[in-house]
Nanobody, 123 residues
Framework: QVQLVESGGGLVQPGGSLRLSCLAS????????LGWHRQAPGKEREFVAAISFDGVNTYYADFVKGRFTISRDNARSTVYIQMNELEPEDTGVYYCSADSNSAYVIGGTSDCWGQGTQVTVSS
């Protein structure tokens, strides 16, 4: 079982930026597809972005609109999401996930999840 620990959340003003990180505790990091989901208060968890095990393919939710970029650093066993032009609607708890099957990551049915990091966009 992969343990995932997110960091980098916080309070930011509309139009601002944040970079979230997710550190994975596995020597097999290179074999995992990775993703980010988020959950706003009172709403279901939704897909944000994913990246394939080799970093070649990336996937984004439509609402990202080119504002977010997912990346990975296999040497550091870390996946990142750079979030720019943040809007109040981006507020929520952001979770990273990992799975050997990219469809599970995108579909939100990964076996491995982090505990989440809070992002609040407010003036």
């Amino acid at each position: 079982q992969v343990q995932l620990v997110e960091s980098g959340g916080g309070l930011v003003q509309p139009g601002g930026s944040l970079r979230l990180s997710c550190l994975a505790s596995t020597s097999a990091f290179k074999s995992y597809n990775l993703g980010w989901h988020r959950q706003a208060p009172g709403k279901e968890r939704e897909f944000v972005a994913a990246i394939s095990f080799d970093g070649v393919n990336t996937y984004y939710a439509d609402f990202v609109k080119g504002r977010f970029t997912i990346s990975r650093d296999n040497a550091r066993s870390t996946v990142y999401i750079q979030m720019n032009e943040l809007e109040p609607e981006d507020t929520g708890v952001y979770y990273c996930s990992a799975d050997s099957n990219s469809a599970y990551v995108i579909g939100g049915t990964s076996d491995c999840w982090g505990q989440g990091t809070q992002v609040t966009v407010s003036s």
